[in-house]
T-cell receptor, first 113, second 111 residues
Framework: DTAVSQTPKYLVTQMGNDKSIKCEQN?????MYWYKQDSKKFLKIMFS???????INETVPNRFSPKSPDKAHLNLHINSLELGDSAVYFC????????????FGSGTRLTVV | QKEVEQNSGPLSVPEGAIASLNCTYS??????FFWYRQYSGKSPELIMS????GDKEDGRFTAQLNKASQYVSLLIRDSQPSDSATYLC???????????FGGGTRVLVKP
């Protein structure tokens, strides 16, 4: 199936731990994104990569580090997790310039306890 | 002021009626707009895109764009209980790839 897939779907972890979320797309898109959706459903961009190059880096704590080994993969590593990091993290992909919008992955619900 | 604003709702609509959702944006550089539907616990799904002033129809959905007034709207005709979801409006600048989302409008269609 053509899609954007991310793993894991759920992640429950303790404060201070380090965790990673993985994302892969087989749509042939050049650009991938990480968005955070808070409890009020507000979707906010964190990072974007175009063909392995970081092109958007919003005001995000440097505990968050994205990595793109190739244009089909974008991972998110989070160090020293805090309670406020609890949210749903969505990976997405698009053609250049997002003329057709994004295709989203199924999301990772991160709960920090 | 948020870049893209929506009424959070809930917008309660009887089954078979028209649901009307509105979205305003502040950045005049925004050129293309999208409506996403998000069911509870699921990811956003693109339902409409609109790039020029006027109306665009796709099945029961009609998107409207007015760049002079900086608003985008979505009409859902013959609303069904399965249309109950949160609808997210998003805009992107020309030659850009950062979608800026509104906070979403929750729609409840009652049988």
């Amino acid at each position: 199936d053509t899609a954007v897939s991310q793993t894991p779907k759920y992640l429950v972890t303790q404060m201070g731990n380090d965790k990673s979320i993985k994302c892969e797309q087989n749509l042939g898109h050049d650009t991938m994104y990480w968005y955070k959706q808070d409890s009020k459903k507000f979707l906010k961009i964190m990072f974007s990569y175009n063909n392995k190059e970081l092109i958007i880096n919003e005001t995000v704590p440097n505990r968050f580090s994205p990595k793109s080994p190739d244009k089909a993969h974008l991972n998110l590593h989070i160090n020293s997790l805090e309670l406020g990091d609890s949210a749903v993290y969505f990976c997405a992909s698009s053609q250049d310039w997002a003329v057709d919008g994004y295709t989203f992955g199924s999301g990772t619900r991160l709960t920090v306890v | 002021q948020k870049e893209v604003e929506q009424n959070s709702g809930p917008l309660s609509v009887p089954e078979g009626a028209i649901a009307s959702l509105n979205c305003t944006y502040s950045d005049r550089g925004s050129q293309s707009f999208f409506w996403y539907r998000q069911y509870s616990g699921k990811s956003p799904e693109l339902i409409m895109s609109i790039y020029s002033n006027g109306d665009k129809e796709d099945g029961r959905f009609t998107a409207q764009l007015n760049k002079a007034s900086q608003y985008v709207s979505l009409l859902i005709r013959d609303s069904q209980p399965s249309d109950s979801a949160t609808y997210l409006c998003a805009g992107v600048k020309a030659a850009g790839n950062k979608l800026t989302f509104g906070g979403g409008t929750r729609v409840l269609v009652k049988p």
